[in-house]
């Protein structure tokens, strides 16, 4: 099963972020250059960030800032029904920093304060970030990232 890592080089501190399985992460791309984990960001040199961008670009998702297929959905769900809807409610290219890919700002969603979540009625905002190129019926999402809206109103009402 592919998972993000964070790969940093030694000296000079250049970030990636690679999407890959645990084993290729370890042969493929770093070969003899075992690296070290550090905070859950492997060390590793120089040289290696630099080769693997250029001969394995189709795993590094994130240097810098990047460019992904955010799509976010909106299902409803009502208390003795069941989910009531399932609906996209975007789907579009955006660029996004690298650190974007590990936390989601939830500021962006409104909820209207004469008809807030209740026990009974609730949605759950579901947001994935895929690569550009992705097919969302068949690839995994890079990031994925979900929340109700009870739980952002209650954030905001503390």
Known sequence: MSKLFEVKGRSTGKTITV???YDSFLSQFYGLDEPE???GVYMVDDKTIESTIKEYPEVVVGEG???AREVITLKGWVEGSGWSYNQCYSDE???IAKDDLK???WDWYEIDSEYPPTEDEDTKII???YG???DIDED???ASYSKWASEIWAERNR
């Open 132 to 134: 550009i190129d992705a």
């Open 65 to 67: 800032t990047m460019k």
């Open 37 to 39: 984990e550090v905070d």
């Open 93 to 95: 290219i955006i660029e």
């Open 19 to 21: 999407k890959c399985d």
């Open 103 to 105: 936390s989601i700002d």
């Open 127 to 129: 947001v994935d970030l």
């Open 140 to 142: 995994e999402p890079l």
